[in-house]
Nanobody
Framework: QVQLVESGGGLVRAGGSLTLSCKAS????????MGWFRQAPGKEREFVAA????????NYADSVKGRFTISRDNAKNTVYLQMNGLKPEDTAVYYC????????????????????WGQGTQVTVST
């Protein structure tokens, strides 16, 4: 069982930056792939970024590539999402997710492939 708690959301102007954190419970955090998803009002939950259990494997949605960076610190049981160059269209509730098996690429970006979810944190980007 893994419990996830996100933090770091808030209100920021377009062009600004935010860093989201996701703290995980459980001793096997380092063996889980971690992902970030977001959901805007009236829209489906969409993949943002993911990182494999071993350092070096990352994947990003085209819409955030070059602006967002996902990273993890297994010693702190925490995964981060550094968001730069924020745009109003990045406004959404951001969710952290974890899975023990499966790829983070291709069909592995589907939210249905992730087993554990946080409660979400709101990110609002103003013009």
């Amino acid at each position: 069982q893994v419990q996830l708690v996100e933090s770091g959301g808030g209100l920021v102007r377009a062009g600004g930056s935010l860093t989201l954190s996701c703290k995980a419970s459980g001793r096997t955090f380092s063996s889980y792939a971690m992902g970030w998803f977001r959901q805007a009002p009236g829209k489906e939950r969409e993949f943002v970024a993911a990182i494999t259990w071993s350092p070096g494997g990352t994947n990003y949605a085209d819409s955030v590539k070059g602006r967002f960076t996902i990273s993890r610190d297994n010693a702190k049981n925490t995964v981060y999402l550094q968001m730069n160059g924020l745009k109003p269209e990045d406004t959404a509730v951001y969710y952290c997710a974890a899975k023990a098996t499966g790829s983070i690429y291709y069909t592995g970006t589907a939210y249905s492939t992730y087993k554990y979810w946080g409660q979400g944190t709101q990110v609002t980007v103003s013009t």
